[in-house]
């Protein structure tokens, strides 16, 4: 469906098939589809939209040093700006491709960098959003050397007694225009 080969896909990071099948239903949700997209004209002639993505930590390349370790030359896709020019290069998107880690704050800082991208006309439109996914026990047995997730296995970090935080999974993604168009 996505022009990607069975083989490809089985080494693709999750994250980045997520992340390209959000933004493909964000597309559908707003009443365009990639083609209509790609051809939207900015002033250079090609579609000048932008990609920004939230990533943060990169698992998937663990199983990849984990099966290394054992002797097994796999290779697997993960890294976080693949996530961005993914998407790009699946809807012929010739703006930025930019793919941001800010720990838990990185979805809000790539809608941020969109929005900027937008007001300074870098862009014309702009796909913005983020995936995070745990795929891999090291984020948690970190998390937890660290004394950042709750013992007790639910958030209370602002409350009596709180003691961390309790990791979320999400995908999301959203398409931006300045207001002029999008009321016209």
Partial sequence: FFNISPREAEM???QERLFLQCVYETLEDAGYTRESLSAYRGLEMTSNIGTY?????EEYQLYGAEALSLGKNIQLSGNSS?????VSYFCNFHGPSVAVDTMC????????FACQALKNNECELAVAGGVNVSIH???YLLLSQGKFISSKGRCESFGEGGDGYVPG???GA???KPL?????
Avoid: C, F, Q, W
């Fill in 174 to 176: 959203v398409l931006l």
């Fill in 53 to 57: 993505v939230g990533v943060m930590y």
């Fill in 82 to 86: 693949s996530i961005a020019n993914r």
């Fill in 12 to 14: 693709m990071d999750p």
């Fill in 105 to 112: 704050s990185s979805s809000l800082t790539a809608l941020h």
């Fill in 137 to 139: 026990p090291n984020k």
């Fill in 169 to 171: 999974e999400g995908v």
């Fill in 180 to 184: 002029s168009k999008a009321i016209a």
